[in-house]
């Protein structure tokens, strides 16, 4: 495979946000289950995941890992882990979502980026940042946005 193939499959690898607490269980428990679907995914079971690293997958699944906070799940530490093409799924829709049936093995994902809980964050924020939050700017949410868009071009330059 050649150095642009490998940056292309990266680039078209699932990504898949969720609370750090599920993924540490998921993998010890060596498997993602399945869970009911919700909303316009109602009566089917499965793990979903986004497409690829697209900037709309992104944000995706930032909101799938953040989920929460702002309802008072303060605790909830967020994370995003891929899911290699490899593994068996279904593609639903215009490609906005990849639908894995059967669940995930825990050997077959690896975490891209765990963030910090809402607390934690707060906790370990100054007084300028959580002035910056009172006023709009410098959230929460856009501290940890910052972070996995680091963590993100790290996991791709080293898949590449």
């Known amino acids: 495979m ?10 078209k690898m ?25 909303g316009g995914m109602a009566g089917q079971t499965a793990v979903w995941a986004t497409p690829d690293f697209s900037q709309l997958s992104q944000d995706t699944v ?9 309802t008072g799940k303060h605790d909830r530490t967020p994370l995003v882990h891929y899911i290699p093409d490899t593994v068996d799924s279904i593609k639903q829709g215009a490609n906005y979502a990849v639908r894995y049936p059967e669940g995930v093995k825990a050997e077959d994902t690896q975490e891209i980026w765990r963030g910090q809980s809402y607390n934690d964050w707060k906790k370990n924020s100054n007084l300028l940042q959580r002035l910056g939050e009172i006023a709009g700017f410098n959230t929460y949410y856009q501290s940890q946005l910052k972070d996995f868009e680091r963590a993100l071009e790290k996991f791709k330059q080293n898949r590449g």
């Open 14 to 38: 699932p990504m898949r946000g969720t609370s750090a607490e599920h993924f540490d269980q998921s993998m010890q428990q060596g498997m993602i289950e399945p869970r009911q679907g919700t």
């Open 2 to 11: 050649t150095p642009m193939e490998k940056a292309w499959a990266v680039l």
């Open 62 to 70: 930032m909101d799938f890992a953040l989920s929460g906070y702002e």
